[in-house]
């Protein structure tokens, strides 16, 4: 069973910086792409991106939102992926999703980004 | 980008009677490997998206054969035949074809 678990999430200021891990277990972590996508309070999901399997030579796709501010990096040794944001803006306030697209999801990890 | 359009906003439906939802895409999620990348998520309240349907029309497993996928190109639609109690929630499209992209949601509820 594909189980995908996020952490790393909490309130930041403006400006400053987080990291997001997902640790997966149940299947094969290197041999699949994983995504991030997020979803601001009572709004619908958005993709932020992923990182390709080592096979596809481990490269990243963003959102244009998220471009050149946050990074998305994978540890196969680990299995876990990360979600690192820097310049944190307080639209970048949700939940922040691990997935396996389309089939695993993670539970969630709430990110606040206030003053 | 692909723009994913579905409609409509909010559905209020009867238990027992049928729903549906359309999904429309900006550009073909056909691709050349002859397979149509378009999936439909429930996200119940609190919860995250589950998925109902990949590839069109293929039901994941567990899910009820009360939902159902249908369409081609660049329209889609998901049937519930009968709405349930537990259906309620928030219904995306999805496609994946080129990056990842959502419809803004469609939010069932029951009369």
């Known amino acids: 069973e594909v189980q995908l678990v996020e952490s790393g999430g909490g309130l930041v200021q403006p400006g400053r910086s987080l990291r997001l891990s997902c640790t997966a277990s149940?299947?094969?972590?290197?041999?699949?792409?994983m995504s991030w996508v997020r979803q601001a309070p009572g709004k619908g999901l958005e993709w932020v991106g992923f990182?390709?399997?080592?096979?596809?030579?481990?490269?990243?796709e963003y959102a244009a939102s998220v471009k050149g501010r946050f990074t998305i990096s994978r540890d196969d040794s680990k299995s876990i992926a990360y979600l690192q944001m820097n310049s944190l803006k307080t639209e970048d306030t949700a939940v922040y999703y691990c997935?396996?697209?389309?089939?695993?999801w993670g539970q969630g990890t709430l990110v606040t980004v206030s003053s | 980008d692909i723009v994913m359009t579905q409609t409509p906003l909010s559905l209020s439906v009867t238990p027992g009677q049928p729903a549906s939802i359309s999904c429309k895409s900006s550009q073909s999620l056909l691709h050349s490997d002859g397979k149509t990348y378009l999936y439909w998520y429930l996200q119940k309240p609190g919860q995250s998206p589950q998925l109902l349907i990949y590839e069109v029309s293929s039901r994941f497993s567990g899910v009820p054969d009360r939902f159902s996928g249908s369409g081609s190109g660049t329209d889609f639609t998901l049937k519930i035949s009968r709405v349930e109690a537990e259906d309620v929630g928030v219904y995306y499209c999805m496609q994946g074809i080129h990056l990842l992209t959502f419809g803004g949601g469609t939010k069932v509820e029951i009369k």
């Open positions: 149940g299947f094969t972590f290197g041999d699949y792409a």
């Open positions: 990182i390709r399997s080592k096979a596809y030579g481990g490269t990243t």
């Open positions: 997935t396996r697209a389309p089939t695993g």
